[in-house]
């Protein structure tokens, strides 16, 4: 079998390599000329856990990279699914795109698989129509991989593969079975579009939970963490950890396309939404009531800590730290001092890339990402006021959210 993954992303990437480590001959595709070189010079285009290895086995085994179309027996679509900002609809331009391309080249009886995130009923509305009299299958197998551990969850992670056609299902099943040691599920399209949107509503609420109790219990001066930690002894109660906000491309979009879609309806999952979004403000409070208590005056001697939107990763979409600025920027432009030793180009104001020079210029440090770095070097900040969003930090005097 012969696969083409087009969109070369952080999903088309990772997927691209597995399959061709285990023997599937894989012509990855992208429209970025410069991704698609910096590949074929043989590098990897962002930071993963075993990326690189799975890289190099791949290359072994012989997978090419192309900005072309290519003519194939099997498709897999892996470009990104924005949502427009006003009316939290999904924008399916990328996907759209893909498929015109692909349509293009593709034989009779090709199968599309299209991975990326799409709101139920999209497929319909939008890909159904425009493969309608070309004869190719359609298929929706979700990604469902988490940044950081991705390159274990490819392979242990269970699958959903939403088909018309139970015998394409199979199919696909045997494509992904090259890789995947987790149960892998044939169900229908609209199921399975509707079942991702949900595993990422489901985790977004329940990060919401936690929030709000960390903003009650700050209210009444009750310590969150030590009720969380207790009431997880029950054997039913599985609390999440409150933190600075929901970041991401994931979590933080898709109970959106349920809002947008359904409203009237989707009650709890835009009050969690709301919630989380609200975070970034919140650690914007304790900052200025903090400093009000240590008598600072001076915002530029405060540092926020990570700028990624969680520890150990690359992409900074959405990110809590992004949100908190850009929150700021609206009342005044900000002076705070940023720094996080995974982003090496400079996306904000006053950004640093050495910890230390960071660490000469603030008095008081925010700690927005568990980066390992500073868990594992966390003497270094004893000498400053320290907010801990994270709760990692058991240095004495350390606020906490
Ligand atoms: N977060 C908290 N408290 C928690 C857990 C997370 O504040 O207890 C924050 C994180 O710091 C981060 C955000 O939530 O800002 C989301 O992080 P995450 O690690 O929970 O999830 P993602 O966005 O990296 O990946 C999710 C995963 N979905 C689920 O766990 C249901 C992954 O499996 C999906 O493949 C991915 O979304 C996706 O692409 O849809």
Redesign the pocket.
């Known amino acids: 079998m012969k696969v083409n993954v087009i969109g070369l992303g952080y999903?088309g990437l990772p997927t691209s390599l597995m399959l061709a480590s285990h023997g599937v001959e894989v012509i990855g595709t992208d429209y970025n000329k410069e991704l698609v070189a910096t590949l074929k010079s043989g590098k990897t285009t962002f930071e993963e856990k075993g990326l690189d290895e799975l890289f190099m086995e791949a290359v072994n085994k012989g997978i090419k990279f192309t900005n072309e179309y290519i003519e194939n027996d099997l498709y897999i679509i892996a470009v990104p699914t924005p949502y427009e900002k006003d009316n939290k609809k999904i924008d399916p331009n990328y996907i759209i795109k893909a498929v015109e391309s692909v349509k293009k080249v593709a034989h009779k009886g090709a199968i599309l698989v299209i991975e990326s995130?799409v709101s139920p009923g999209t497929i319909d509305k939008y890909v159904r129509p425009l493969v309608k009299d070309s004869e190719l299958h359609l298929v929706h197998a979700p990604?469902?991989?988490?940044?950081?551990n991705m390159v274990y969850?490819l392979k242990h992670n269970s699958r959903t593969i939403g088909a018309d056609d139970v015998k394409v299902g199979e199919i696909v099943k045997e494509m992904y079975s090259s890789f995947c040691e987790g149960n892998i599920v044939v169900t229908d399209i609209r199921t399975a579009e509707m079942t991702?949107v949900v595993?990422?509503t489901?985790?977004d609420i329940n990060?919401a939970f936690?929030?709000e109790l960390a903003k009650i219990c700050r209210s009444d001066n009750m310590d969150v963490y030590e009720i969380i930690k207790i009431a997880n002894m029950h054997p039913r109660v599985n609390i999440?950890?409150?933190?600075p906000?929901?970041?991401?491309?994931?979590?933080?979009v898709?109970p959106w396309f349920l809002v947008g879609d359904y409203p009237g309806l989707a009650n709890i999952i835009l009050a969690a939404r709301k919630i989380n979004d609200s975070m970034p403000e919140f650690v914007l409070e304790r900052i200025h009531d903090i400093m009000k208590e240590k008598g600072m005056t001076d915002l530029s001697r405060v540092g926020l800590y990570g700028l990624t939107?969680?520890e150990n990763v690359d992409d900074v979409r959405e990110?809590?730290t992004l949100q908190l600025l850009e929150n700021m920027e609206r009342h005044l432009a900000t002076p705070l001092k940023v720094y996080d030793p995974w982003v090496k180009k400079t996306i904000v104001k006053n950004q640093y890339f050495e910890f230390d020079k960071f660490l000469n210029d603030v008095d008081f440090v925010v700690i927005m990402v568990g980066h390992s770095e500073l868990r594992n070097g966390m003497e270094k900040i004893k000498d400053k006021v320290i907010l801990d969003t994270r709760n990692i930090c058991n240095l004495p005097g350390t606020y906490k959210l």
């Open positions: 999903i995130t990604e469902r991989i988490i940044p950081g969850e991702k595993e990422n489901y985790r990060i936690a929030n999440l950890t409150p933190g906000g929901v970041g991401g491309h994931c979590i933080s898709d939107y969680k990110s809590p």
